[in-house]
C-alpha cells in the first residue's frame, strides 16, 4: 500500500505542482550554497525554448532501466548514465515552465499555447519513466551505493520493496497493481483523463466570449476596457457567468468524479483525505482544517459585517504605477530588509527572473516557477498598473527568496505560502513612504478577505468531495456556493446570482484542489510576523530570517519550532487576529 502512494503522490505532485516533492528532494542533495554568492548568468531573454526530444529521452530511460533491472552496470557507471537521464528530465521541466511562462506572457501566441498542450500530453509518460528508474534505482543489488551517491539517501525508503516481497493489502487482488502503479494502465488512463479535463479547462478560459448587444466579444478584453460604465460590466458579468457556469460546472463535477476513482484506487474513502497525504506534503488534517473553519465563521465572519468592508474596499485609492516605480518600490524594500532578500532581489534584476510587464495579452494569474537546469526561480506577476501590484509583487518575490535560497527545497507549500504573504506584510513599512498608507489600508482589508473567502471555499470543496460527484449538478454547486457566501459573512445584498456563480473563478478548484485551506494556515503565521513587527520594528523580519535556511520541511515544525509563533490551529488564536484587525482597521 504505502509503496503504491508514493507513486501517486510523486504523478500527482509532478503533475500539479511540478518540481516539488522528489525533485526537491533531489535538488536537495545537490545544494550549492547562497551565502556564497552563485547563480549563473543566463537571462531569461537568451533562454532558448526548444522542445525536448521525447523519443531519445524515452530510448535513455528505457536503456538505463533495463540495465539496472538486469544489473549490467558498475555503480560508476550507473551515476553517470544517471546523471545524464536526470538532467534530459530536468531539461523537459524547465522547457515545459519556459513554454509556460512564454505563453501566459502572451495567450494570443499559438505557438506557446500548442507547446503547453503538448508538455500536457506528454507530461504523464515522463513522470512514469521517472517512477519506473526509481523503482529500479531502489531494488537493484547496488542499490544502496546508488540511494547515498545519486539519489540523497531517500530512495530506498520510498521505492524500495520490502525483504521477501510485500504482503497483498486486503481488498486489492488485481496483480497488476503488485508490480507497482507507475506500470499499472488503469492509473495511467486516469491520470491522462485527468490532464485532459485539465487541458479543456484551460481552453475555454484563454477566451471566454459573450454575447453582447448582438455582438460576440472577448471577456477578457471587455474586462479590460475602461470606458464600460458600471452599469455595462455587472451586464457583461451577469452574461459571462450565465454562459459558463453551467459549462465549468459540468467540466468541474467530471473532474472530482475522475479524482474520486483516484482515491478509491488507493483505497481511500474519499478524495479529501488523499489529497492531505499526497499532495501537498501537510503534517495537519481535515480535523484541524475543520477546527479552525470554525473559527473563522465565528470570530472573523461577523468582523467583515462590523467593519461594513464592502465600503471599505470601494473606499481604496490607489496611486498609478508603472512597470519601473514598481520595480523602484520593491528595490527601496529590498535595500531596507538587507541580507538574502536584497541578494535575491540582485540576483532576479540581474537575470531578468520575473516578469511584471502590464499588458492585456497575460494571462490572469501571478506565479513562482523553478527554471531547473538554471537552478533559478521565476515569478510571473500579472500587474494592473496600480500600487497593489507592489504586493502582487512583493508576495510572488517573497517565493522568489524562498525558492532561490533553498534551491526550490521548500516541499511544504504552506511554508512556502508563509514566506510569501509574510513578505507582504513586512513591505508595508518597508517601501517607500507614500504607498505606505493605502498598501496597509488595502492589504489589512484583504487579510480580512482572505480568512472569509478562502476558509469558505476550503468548505465547498470539503462539501462536494463528501458526495459522489453523480450526485451533484451545477445547479447544487451554485447553491452551495451562495449559501458559504452568506455563512462566511461576505455576501452583499443583491448580489444572489454573483455570489451563486462566482465559485468558477476560483482557479484552485480545478487546477489544486484543497489547496485554498492553506491560505488561511499560512496567512495566520504571516499575520504573526506583522504583529511582532507592530510591537518592534525588526522583530517579524527576524523570524522571517530565521525561518528560511530549511532546516526541515514540516510546517508546523518550522513555523512553531524553528520559528517560535504560535500555532495557527490553537484555540482562541481567530480571536486575536480578530482583535489586532478591529484596531487597526478603526
Ligand atoms: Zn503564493
Not at 537521464?85 to 509556460?100: H, R
Not at 502503479?181 to 485539465?198: F, G, K, V
Not at 530565521?546 to 504560535?566: A, C, E, I, S
Request: with cysteine; charged share 30%; glycine share 6%.
Amino acid at each position: 500500500m504505502k509503496r503504491s502512494l508514493t507513486v501517486a503522490a510523486a504523478l500527482l505532485l509532478a503533475l500539479l505542482f511540478s518540481g516539488c516533492g522528489l525533485l526537491n528532494e533531489l535538488l536537495d542533495s545537490a545544494l550549492r550554497d547562497r551565502d556564497e554568492g552563485g547563480g549563473n548568468n543566463v537571462k531569461f531573454s537568451e533562454i532558448v525554448y526548444r522542445r525536448p526530444d521525447l523519443e531519445t529521452l524515452s530510448a535513455d530511460f528505457e536503456t538505463l532501466i533495463s540495465a539496472l533491472e538486469k544489473e549490467e552496470l558498475n555503480v560508476r557507471k550507473a551515476v553517470s548514465r544517471l546523471e545524464k537521464v536526470y538532467g534530459a528530465y530536468n531539461d523537459f521541466y524547465t522547457m515545459d515552465n519556459v513554454a509556460e511562462l512564454r505563453y501566459y506572457h502572451d495567450v494570443t501566441d499559438s505557438f506557446y499555447a500548442d507547446e503547453c498542450d503538448w508538455f500536457l500530453e506528454n507530461e504523464p509518460t515522463v513522470d512514469q519513466l521517472f517512477e519506473e528508474l526509481c523503482y529500479a534505482s531502489a531494488n537493484c543489488s547496488i542499490a544502496e551505493e546508488l540511494d547515498e551517491r545519486f539519489w540523497g539517501g531517500w530512495v530506498i525508503d520510498a521505492y524500495g520493496e520490502p525483504e521477501g516481497g510485500e504482503e497483498p493489502e486486503p481488498g486489492t487482488d488485481d496483480s497488476s497493481r503488485e508490480e507497482g502503479t507507475a506500470r499499472d494502465p488503469e492509473y495511467l488512463a486516469m491520470d491522462q483523463d485527468e490532464n485532459a479535463i485539465l487541458a479543456e479547462y484551460r481552453r475555454i478560459m484563454a477566451d471566454p466570449t459573450v454575447s453582447w448587444r448582438g455582438e460576440e466579444y472577448s471577456y477578457w478584453s471587455l474586462e479590460q476596457d475602461d470606458s464600460l460604465s458600471p452599469e455595462d460590466w455587472d451586464e457583461v458579468r451577469g452574461l459571462y457567468y450565465d454562459k459558463y457556469a453551467p459549462i465549468l460546472g459540468e467540466l468541474y463535477l467530471r473532474l472530482v468524479a475522475v479524482r474520486q476513482e483516484q482515491a478509491a484506487y488507493f483505497g481511500y474513502d474519499g478524495y479529501e483525505a488523499f489529497a492531505y497525504d499526497w499532495l501537498y506534503e501537510r503534517d495537519y488534517g481535515p480535523a484541524e482544517t475543520a477546527a479552525l473553519l470554525e473559527q473563522i465563521r465565528r470570530e472573523l465572519a461577523p468582523l467583515y459585517g462590523e467593519l461594513s468592508l464592502n465600503e471599505r474596499w470601494d473606499a481604496l485609492r490607489y496611486t498609478e504605477l508603472n512597470e519601473e516605480e514598481n520595480l523602484e518600490a520593491l528595490r527601496t524594500a529590498s535595500e531596507q530588509l538587507g541580507g538574502q532578500i536584497l541578494l535575491a532581489f540582485r540576483e532576479m534584476e540581474r537575470c531578468e527572473l520575473c516578469d511584471i510587464e502590464i499588458s492585456e495579452k497575460k494571462g490572469d494569474l501571478s506565479y513562482q516557477c523553478f527554471l531547473y537546469s538554471y537552478d533559478e526561480p521565476f515569478i510571473f506577476v500579472k500587474t494592473e498598473g496600480w500600487s497593489d501590484d507592489i504586493l502582487s509583487f512583493g508576495h510572488e518575490f517573497g517565493h522568489f527568496v524562498d525558492a532561490w535560497y533553498n534551491h526550490n527545497g521548500t516541499a511544504s507549500h504552506d511554508l512556502a505560502e508563509v514566506f510569501s504573504q509574510g513578505m507582504e506584510y513586512m513591505l508595508l513599512d518597508a517601501v517607500p513612504e507614500d504607498y505606505r498608507e493605502e498598501l496597509t489600508e488595502y492589504k489589512l482589508l484583504d487579510t480580512v478577505d482572505t480568512f472569509t473567502q478562502q476558509g469558505s471555499f476550503a468548505e465547498f470543496e470539503h462539501e462536494v468531495y463528501a458526495r459522489p460527484a453523480s450526485e451533484w449538478t451545477p445547479e447544487a454547486l451554485e447553491a452551495l456556493s451562495l449559501r458559504l457566501a452568506k455563512e462566511y459573512g461576505y455576501f452583499r445584498e443583491g448580489e444572489e446570482d454573483y455570489y451563486a456563480k462566482s465559485w468558477i473563478d476560483i482557479n484552485h478548484f480545478f487546477d489544486n484542489p484543497f489547496y485554498v485551506v492553506s491560505y488561511c494556515v499560512s496567512n495566520d503565521a504571516a499575520f504573526q510576523i506583522y504583529e511582532l513587527e507592530c510591537a518592534e520594528t525588526g522583530a517579524g523580519l527576524s523570524v522571517w530570517n530565521k525561518m528560511l535556511p530549511r532546516q526541515n520541511d514540516g510546517f508546523l515544525d518550522t513555523v512553531v519550532g524553528q520559528g517560535g509563533l504560535k500555532d495557527p490551529f490553537g484555540d482562541g488564536r481567530m480571536k486575536e487576529v480578530a482583535a489586532l484587525l478591529r484596531e487597526k482597521l478603526r
